[in-house]
């Protein structure tokens, strides 16, 4: 399985973006989805996740309430939506597909411990 990014851009603060997350092959409704980002000299950080059904969501903190996430199986795609963005959103945002482990251990584990990833999309919020 292979996944794409896009959807990033520039925005004001206060604004919404929708990123996109598009995968090869025939297998993505056996796979969990999640959502991560970095910026200069941090680590990658979690931010939002979906379970192989898409029924079971899971945010980070700082995005919970702003932030929704969503799977497609029928098109191979997985959205996040953004909205009431904050320049500390600012960030190139990856995708991530996993089908080794259960959801509840995926939101816990650490970025370098997953292996799938596109090739990210930058958000940029002003202020």
């Known amino acids: 399985v292979q996944v794409e990014e896009s959807g990033g851009g520039l925005v004001q603060a206060g604004g919404s973006l929708r990123l996109s997350c598009v995968a090869s092959g025939n297998d993505f409704v056996q796979f969990t989805m999640g959502w991560f980002r970095q910026t200069p000299g941090k680590e990658r950080e979690f931010v939002a996740g979906?379970?192989?059904?898409?029924?079971?969501?899971a945010y980070a903190d700082s995005v919970r309430g702003r932030f929704t996430i969503s799977k497609h199986d029928a098109e191979n795609t997985a959205y996040l939506q953004m909205d009431d963005l904050k320049p500390e959103d600012t960030a190139v945002y990856y995708c991530?597909?996993?089908?080794?482990?259960?959801?509840?251990?995926?939101?816990?584990?650490?970025?370098?411990?997953?292996?799938?990833w596109g090739q990210g999309t930058q958000v940029t919020v002003s202020s």
């Open positions: 991530n597909v996993d089908n080794s482990r259960s959801f509840r251990d995926y939101v816990k584990s650490t970025p370098a411990s997953l292996t799938i």
């Open positions: 979906v379970n192989w059904s898409g029924t079971t969501p």
